[in-house]
């Protein structure tokens, strides 16, 4: 399975993207999901992560402007980012946990990343 995240681009402070991290192939669920981000010259952070619970984290910095979720009806998942600002620039990398419809239990798979530029 190959994880395709896609969504991003440029976009004014303030404004918002929505970035998509979808399955290549028909999986049965995902279970974890995570968004990571690399701004130019930095380390990969964590931005957010969902469990197959439902449960939640957030890093400090989009905190109150970013949610995550999960479709497995679509075997999709999502990043909404409101509130942009120039800091939120970077490319931003999905990694998710699931089960393919075959049973085989994928971990720690990472899609190719998605760049979002915050600019006026």
């Known amino acids: 399975v190959q994880l395709q995240a896609s969504g991003g681009g440029l976009v004014q402070p303030g404004g918002s993207l929505r970035l998509s991290c979808a399955a290549s192939e028909n999986i049965w669920s995902f279970n974890n999901m995570g968004w990571y981000r690399q701004a130019p010259g930095k380390q990969r952070e964590l931005v957010a992560t969902i469990t197959s619970s439902g449960t939640t984290n957030f890093g400090d910095s989009v905190k109150g402007r970013f949610t995550i979720s999960i479709d497995n009806a679509k075997n999709t998942g999502y990043l909404q980012m409101n509130s942009l600002n120039a800091e939120d620039t970077g490319v931003y990398y999905c990694?998710?946990?699931?089960?393919?419809?075959?049973?085989?239990?994928?971990?720690?798979?990472w899609g190719q990343g998605t760049l979002v530029t915050v600019s006026s």
């Open positions: 990694n998710a946990d699931g089960i393919m419809k075959n049973g085989y239990q994928f971990r720690g798979y």
